[in-house]
């Protein structure tokens, strides 16, 4: 069927340096993707989000960025923080109500 | 303006008895969503429930489970004769809108089936 996974579960960075955080999809069909955070014992927090007529999209120190020819997400973080450290998950939605995640990448953010 | 809020946050059952988790949607929201989240895995999606109306239970499994969204008061999802695969986190979700981009997530019930 079709899924939503992670190519890393695991990602350590230095404090203060850029980290990408990436995800891949199966889904063509898929025309919203979103970026959570989810920290231990609370739920999923909204990050950042982007449609599929887009392939890149700015926040506040986050980027996606988005390739559907290659059907790959990423999700980059600048100058992280040691509040950056959380589970990442994207999640994407195909025109229904449902989100369907992926497994996740663990980010520590090494002091 | 409170966010999604469920109760209990912890829950301990026994194999075989029933529990009942409950979640309030942020206030005007009338579509709640429920994932289920096993440890170091996604987030899998379980129901979708506007007012009185069960939209979507594609995730839903078919014996055990049921969700209610009533008129009045929290959605409640109810889990009856818990097996130890029940453990896990589930987590609640609610909008405004159908087709929502995304959706504010409640922290979630721990349920541990013993």
């Known amino acids: 069927g079709e899924s939503v996974g992670l190519h890393l579960p695991t990602l350590s960075v230095q404090e203060g340096d850029n980290s990408i955080i990436n995800c891949a999809y199966s889904?063509?069909?898929?025309?919203?993707f979103i970026w959570y955070k989810q920290e231990s014992g609370k739920g999923p927090q909204f990050i950042i989000d982007i449609r599929s007529n887009m392939d890149k999209r700015q926040g506040q120190r986050v980027t996606v960025l988005l390739n559907k020819t290659v059907k790959h997400l990423s999700l980059q973080i600048a100058a992280t923080q040691p509040g950056d450290s959380a589970v990442y998950f994207c999640?994407?939605?195909?025109?229904?109500?449902?989100?369907?995640f992926g497994t996740g990448t663990r980010l520590t953010i090494i002091p | 303006n409170a966010g999604v809020m469920q109760n209990p946050r912890h829950l301990v059952r026994r194999r075989g008895q029933e529990a009942r988790l409950r979640c309030s949607p942020m206030?005007?929201?009338?579509?709640v969503y429920w994932y289920r989240q096993l440890p170091e895995e996604g987030l899998k999606f379980m129901v979708y429930l506007q007012k009185e109306n069960i939209i979507d239970e594609s995730g839903m499994p078919k014996e055990r489970f049921s969700a209610e969204f009533p008129k009045e008061g929290p959605s409640i999802l109810r889990i009856q004769q818990v097996v130890r695969g029940d453990s896990a986190a589930y987590f609640c979700a609610s909008s405004q809108l159908a087709g929502a981009q995304g959706y504010t997530f409640g922290s979630g019930t721990r349920l541990t089936v013993v």
């Open positions: 889904n063509s069909a898929s025309d919203y």
């Open positions: 999640a994407e939605k195909d025109g229904n109500e449902k989100l369907t």
């Open positions: 206030k005007g929201h009338s579509h």
